[in-house]
């Protein structure tokens, strides 16, 4: 049991705005009225929030796994974790390992972390990577939206067909949800292109479009009640001018829940790279009209860091523009993957427009309750460098200090000179928690109202943001003090959220024919059986009673 | 030069119109590579199987593999990457002269076919084997062989995979890999992870004689490491887990018998291309897994007083950040 005492607690769920209160956490790691006895925190002249929650990041499983091999040279020059008696040992960085990943994320005061895209051949190892990151509770999310048995279904417009097919994918990869990225593109990679325009054919289809494949899975997401709405990476990634296909994207989520993956990347204006600008304004408008929609920054920070996608092509161009390393996976049936290490400068016009780009989107979006905190990690900069975000978005005065060191003909590209939009302590922890975990439908994370899971951060307030943000004096998960005085203290282990959606039980026989016409293993091995995820938090999903 | 580009084997079922196995014997060494993933099976793409595909065998004899291959080409020992790199040229139309390529044992109109049906492809795929990495050259043949295939992306779709054996050692590389950053060859004497073939590789470790103990676990390095690793081992207390009697464990100071992996004991395995198989037993086995010895030995060293001096942590443990 524990009480903490004094602390200006901010818990925009519950529109606490800094108030002096106790809170109370009782020995089942829950949120409570009071308790009696137990140790006491004087949190006097503390700043409390519930713990972070990232909506998109990239911590484990094939892709980061391959970024890591890509990468030794990053590893030698960071932080290393010496083992001690309740820590294993592991290397920060770009790319960290496992155990590395609690560790850092723990240590700023996040405690709870979705995995965005994951092959469902490759979920076992997902999932077992996911078991080696300590303190936290994990989500992961299935990529579907290549999946050329899903698109089959959609092609010849069997909508019922198609909802059943992903179900049991994602039961069989014993997911949290559905992620799309590039819908449709990434299956042209398979023979080297792309889908670019939402109303053309796919390469291989006569009559389906990337279009169909958002609007269907947005459609099959709410229709399954699933606790996330589809999670799009959009068609265009990164190029400039691909503001159109993004906007038209949207509209195809009308009437749909969504969450829109890093709109940082989908936010560019131009015909070239010459003229790339950032239309960051535009964008912020359709959010600011638009509250069925959620998404992430995707904030880019300069410095060295690798892109890790699902988005083959994109990495391909990606590769070409910088001659560094190229890793490619292309996943049976599936998706794909591409890896290139990059680094961001301000000096590159390009960079420059995408770094302001992400700063805009979360400063011109007024909900902080739409917008949140993300790098993309590791694409736009690793999860650990958050705190620097933080300090941009709470100080105009520091911003215009980073805005110099940008060249002088980026100015007429970007908007961020313009903005003087300050964040308060309460729209930080709407933006780092309550907004992602309310995103993410987890009802028991995010805040601190009584029965919540007691995932609390303790910030000792100062003038130098970054450095509050960055050590934290006390976190706090599921009622455990896991970080005090700057140092990890306990590492238990997290839970993983996961979601067994409804399921006609006839598509088991309806999918084997078809599964063994193109994969490479056993149909009984693929699905990941329950009992390998360690500590599963296991929620049925029920169609919406009006639907 | 770096990185790989690469596809899991239900791609090249699927789709590999064009397949190159280079240094590698898989008639022999991979016998179900054929039949189960690159050049028997049909697809919705390749509704003909083998008659719409070609294979390329590269290697410096004819093998058995070469009966399955539609062209054999053979190179000059040691002169692989010599090839690799005039293929390199070709395919961007750089100039190369008659006796770089006859260096290689090769004619022109061989070197020039092989390019136009490599760009001809729908969908390539580059298989290689020992032949090439552990030769002259190694791991700058593997380095020239996948930087070919990416850049034929310039061209069409192509990619590369080693051929991997030896069990699980895939497994071994992928966990290492999430645990520490580094897939083999990791020294944990500073208390974190630091990688450096050549350094801290087994072998290495063992013929320097730095190790004063060793745990082996599914390998047997008394079969295949030069005689004075060998030695070593058979010096210091040597722990083997193993099903079987093997050239280590008759020279191990203990050797557990374990159940063998995939047959009497469950598990995941990696295949070559990095997906994970769970492994279903068909047999049960009187003997422990080696999971299952390792986990008490863990408890039982748990119980014992923790290595560090006050059991706390040491003073250095947060190294400073090196500013990017």
Sequence with gaps: MIRITGGKIYDPAQGIDGQVRDLCIDDTGKIVETVSGGRIIDATGMVIFPGGVDVHTHVAGGA????????????????????????????????????????????????????????????RHTHEELADIPIIDKASLTLMANNEILLEQLEQGEYERAKQVLSWYLWAAKSYGVKAVNPGGVKAWKYGHDAKALDTPIDGYHRLTPGQIVTNLARICDDLGLPHPVHLHCNNLGAPGNITTTLDTLARLEGHRAHIAHSQYHAYGGDGWDTMCSETTVLAEYFNSHPNLTTDAGVVLFGDTVTITADGPWQHLLYKLTGRKWGNLDVENETGCG??????????????????????????????????????????????????????LMSAEFRRECLKKLPDRVKSRIKLPELDREYTLLEIATAMSAGPARALGLTHKGHLGVGADADVVVYEEQVDIQQMFSHPRYVIKAGEVVLEDGDIREAPQGKEFLVRPAMDPATNDFIRPLFEDCYTMKFEHYPVELERIEHPDLRDCQPPATS | ????????????????????????????????????????????????????????????????????????????????????????????????????IAETGLDRAAVEDLVRRMKGAKFGCMFFGMGLSM?????MNSAALLTLAAEMNAFTKFVAMPMRGHGNVTGADVIMRWQTGYPFGISFNRGYPRYNPGEFSTVDVLVRGDCDAAFIIGADPGATMPQPAIDHLARIPTIVLDPHITHTSRLARVHITTAPQG??????????????????????????????????????????????????????????????
């Design chain 1, 64 to 123: 980061i796994n391959f970024a890591r091999a890509m990468t030794p040279e990053d590893h030698r020059r960071t932080q290393a974790f010496i083992r001690t008696k309740t820590r294993r040992s592991g290397l920060g960085g770009m790319a960290p390992t496992t155990f590395a990943t609690g560790y850092l994320y723990a240590g700023m005061g996040f405690t709870t972390v979705n995995e965005a895209a994951v092959p469902v051949l490759s979920a």
């Design chain 1, 339 to 392: 890896i290139v290490p990059y680094t961001y400068r301000p000096s590159n016009v390009v960079n420059a427009v995408q770094w302001a780009a992400g700063l805009e989107l979360l400063l011109m979006i007024r909900d902080p309750w739409q917008v949140f905190l993300s790098t993309d990690h590791p694409n736009g900069g690793c999860f650990w460098r958050y705190p620097e975000i933080i300090q941009m």
């Design chain 2, 1 to 100: 030069m770096g990185g790989k580009v690469t596809c899991t084997l239900g791609e090249v079922k699927q789709r590999a119109d064009f397949i190159i196995y280079w240094g590698g014997n898989p008639a022999e060494c991979h016998p179900r590579h054929f039949t189960k993933y690159t050049i028997m099976q049909k697809s919705k793409f390749l509704p003909r199987g083998r008659k719409d595909r070609t294979m390329v065998l590269v290697d410096i004899r004819e093998t058995k593999s070469a009966k399955a291959a539609d062209i054999f080409l053979q190179v000059r020992p040691g002169k692989d990457f010599e090839l690799i790199t005039i293929l390199r040229a070709l395919i961007k139309d750089q100039p190369v002269r008659d006796e770089d």
């Design chain 2, 135 to 139: 030769t002259r050259g190694k791991h």
């Design chain 2, 263 to 324: 047959i009497s004991a469950p598990g995941t395995a990696y295949r070559m291309d990095e997906l994970p198989m769970p492994l279903s037993p068909a047999l049960k086995s009187p003997y422990p897994t080696d999971e299952e010895v390792v986990r008490r030995i863990n408890e039982a060293i748990a119980k014992k007083p923790f290595w560090l001096p006050d059991g706390g942590p040491s003073p250095h443990q947060w190294t400073s950040q090196v500013n990017l």
